[in-house]
């Protein structure tokens, strides 16, 4: 079980461990690091030993029936689980098994019907739309709740499926190309916020209902990375001006553009782009609820991006 430990250093200074156990890439930093290793013996061994799965994952009698043999098949009910998850993890839990099961329940159907490849299934479409409308959580959440425990994405578990019946899935190649892409595109604006701010800037920063890219206290400011000007999400939007309404709204476009919602700027070292893109809104058919919102925007050309934070 997780303890109430605290930790004394790092990003996570002040939270217990069973918070760090969480962030299961600083804890793979953590192990290959001496010191860590050498002054701090009881975490060091507490981190090392813990497998997140383990509490998730039944143990199985090896067979050749994939249907019954296939570890994510047999994953332990929410109120089986020995962790303290928080009501949110829960749900987020709830609805990953709720999809586990309806792939398995497609290969049966293509069973029943005889079909010629039990496995090829077809991948369901838009499900973290559903599970955001049906549960109220943002999507970042459930992939938090995923990456914690190290539980699988539906497009790997997709994937997995397909291979036994010898079909390659593009599709969570597609899932793992973008999700490489927006790690490094959050990777590369923390390393700029964190070279202005310091131990002000929050990361992954949960608040109710809401997990926030990065938060600078200090300054009443939430920053939000996206890819591109399209992946905005107005619910979401809404939902963080709603849960910390005393606080500013800055959003990291690409690492090319800065939008500052409260001062209706966008800063960019590729200032052409974007005066193009806030001219072509008035002829667009259905503008997106930011477009509506920046279309008024100044923009305003930058030579180094990094320039803009700091105050």
Partial sequence: MLTSDTITFGKHRGFTLGHVLKDRDYCKWLLE???????????????????????????LIETDDFLDNYEYF????????????????KMCYKFYLEMIEMLKDKIYERMENDEENLFDIKAPTNWLKRFEREYAIPRAEFKLFLSSYELPNIPYIIERIKKEGGIEYKGAKSFLIAKARSEDQEQWWELILKEKYGEDLGTQFKYQNCIFDFLNIKTNTIFECKLGLKDFNEEQHNKYKLTLDKYRIIYLIGTDGVINMEKKEIYSTNV?????????????????????????????????ISSLFGK
């Fill in 33 to 59: 690091q001496e010191w860590f290793q050498t002054n701090y013996e009881y975490l060091y061994n507490r981190v090392k030993e813990y497998n997140p799965k383990q509490f998730f994952l039944k143990s």
């Fill in 272 to 304: 052409e782009y974007y005066k193009l893109y806030l001219q072509q809104i008035p002829l667009m058919k259905e503008p997106s609820y930011l477009d509506q919102l920046v279309c008024d925007f100044e923009v305003i050309g930058v030579e180094n």
């Fill in 74 to 89: 047999n994953l332990y009910d929410v109120e089986e689980i020995e962790l303290p998850l928080t009501e949110s993890e």
